[in-house]
């Protein structure tokens, strides 16, 4: 049995996810890597919040102060009906005091600050095609044939996890909830200057 900071950590996925875990993993002694299917870099998306607790873990991976220096500082949020009158506004710099600040940036910049930081090897253009457990460590088969075996494999590769359907089948992918969120980027109107929602029936728009 190995020691735990001696075990052998494989991250499939080199998202947001995928890379703050690496540099968790990292900054806890162990010997991770991360691989990723894409073979470049692409734009990660439009924005994100990040309410106060996810400040507080990026502080406990010592980037708070990288993704602060990106994002916009959200001290409040108001909260519409759909005619836009005002239904309640609420102190989220007061609610989440002690915690941390609740942050809006681009995505790409978050994942920029976690890459820069990832503290572990990462390999692009890598898929996994097999994982085979015995009674020892777990033997995992990349796309280009060659093999390796990790104490540990944790899939941070998405919705259609490649390591999700290798470990319980293909009846185990992501199924429709109900809810659907359609994100675009667009000119932002001068009366909204913080972030605000207005909700409607079996609909939001934030």
Not at 124 to 133: E, I, Q, T
Not at 142 to 166: K, N, P, Q, T
Request: glycine share 12%; proline share 3%.
């Amino acid at each position: 049995m190995r020691s735990p900071t001696s075990a052998r950590i494989l991250v499939v996925g080199a998202g947001i996810a995928g890379l703050g875990t690496a540099r968790a993993l990292a900054r806890a002694g162990f010997a991770a890597e991360v691989v990723e299917r894409q073979r470049t870099w692409q734009e990660a998306g439009a924005g994100i919040y990040l309410p106060g607790n996810a400040a507080r873990a990026l502080r406990a991976l010592d980037l708070e102060h990288a993704v602060v220096d990106k994002a916009v500082v959200i001290t409040s949020q108001r909260v519409c009906d759909h005619r836009g009158r005002l239904l309640v506004e609420v102190d989220v710099a007061g609610l989440w005091n002690g915690v941390g600040p609740c942050l809006a940036l681009q995505r790409a910049d978050l994942h920029a600050v976690l890459l820069e930081g990832a503290e572990v090897p990462i390999r692009m253009d890598v898929d996994v095609r097999g994982l085979h457990h015995g009674n020892g460590p777990l033997t995992v088969e990349f796309g280009g044939g060659d093999a390796a075996e990790y104490d540990l494999v944790i899939g941070a590769d998405g919705i259609h996890s490649s390591v999700r359907a290798l470990a319980f089948g293909s009846e185990a992918a992501a199924r429709p909830v109900g809810q659907v969120g359609w994100r675009f980027v667009a000119d932002c109107p001068t009366q909204v200057t913080t972030w605000s929602v207005m909700l409607g029936h079996r609909s939001a728009f934030l």
